[in-house]
């Protein structure tokens, strides 16, 4: 070996079975008060505005964007429109 030069190990160690490397999060997520309080408003099957859901809600309609937009990642909403900027997509819960 060259002096200043490393020994670099390329062997793996294998963990023991049954034990997973770090713990796992819970399938389900927490949902928040606003969280909840969005799909409450969903939970007729009648999809609805951000306008609509910004005022029941009392966010602005940007805030209640971003929430949506959460969930909507999440697979808790789905959004129906024509592209990003459609001034009447819908949000519906998934059942």
């Given at each position: 070996m060259r002096p200043g030069s490393?020994?670099?190990c390329s062997?793996?160690?294998p963990r023991a079975s049954g034990s997973?490397?770090?713990p796992r999060?819970?399938?389900a997520p927490l949902l928040d008060q606003t969280?909840?309080?969005i799909l409450a408003r969903l939970a007729g099957g009648k999809g609805r505005l951000t306008s609509e859901i910004a005022q029941a809600i009392d966010l602005t309609r940007r805030a209640t964007r971003t929430w949506l937009a959460k969930l909507v990642g999440r697979g808790l909403v789905r959004e129906i429109g024509t592209g990003p900027q459609d001034p009447?997509?819908?949000y519906y819960k998934v059942d």
């Open positions: 490393r020994r670099r062997r793996s160690w997973p490397s770090r999060a819970s399938v969280d909840r309080a009447k997509r819908r």
